[in-house]
């Protein structure tokens, strides 16, 4: 069974950063693209980012464009987002998914799917 298993949230102060990590078991992770999405209590699933199988195609939602980096390290099966000048609006439960498709992620579905880590930014 694939497992997806998403890491690195936590509480950070407006202007901070963290790093989130994901790993991918039990699947061909070099072939697969990744992406990040989050939600926010009382609002619907966003997409924040995805990167195709060998980072050549990224895509990022225009409310983290300039504040986070996706990458991929395929040699360690690991996916990361770092996210820089959080805001209060960040905080969310941030989720980890992974599709052959690259499209299928920038539109916001996936085939595989983490538990999610939460991150609160305070103000």
């Known amino acids: 069974e694939v497992q997806v298993v998403e890491s690195g949230g936590g509480l950070v102060q407006a202007g901070g950063s963290l790093r989130l990590s994901c790993t991918a078991s039990r699947l061909p992770f070099g072939v697969y693209a990744m992406g990040w999405f989050r939600q926010a209590p009382g609002k619907e699933r966003e997409g924040v980012s995805a990167i195709n199988f060998n980072g050549g195609t990224i895509y990022y939602a225009d409310s983290v464009k300039g504040r986070f980096t996706i990458s991929r390290d395929n040699a360690k099966n690991t996916l990361y987002l770092q996210m820089n000048s959080l805001q209060p609006e960040d905080t969310a439960m941030y989720y980890c998914?992974?599709?052959?498709?690259?499209?299928?992620?920038?539109?916001?579905?996936?085939?595989?799917w983490g538990q999610g880590t939460q991150v609160n930014v305070s103000s």
């Open positions: 998914a992974a599709d052959q498709d690259f499209y299928k992620l920038r539109d916001g579905r996936g085939t595989y």
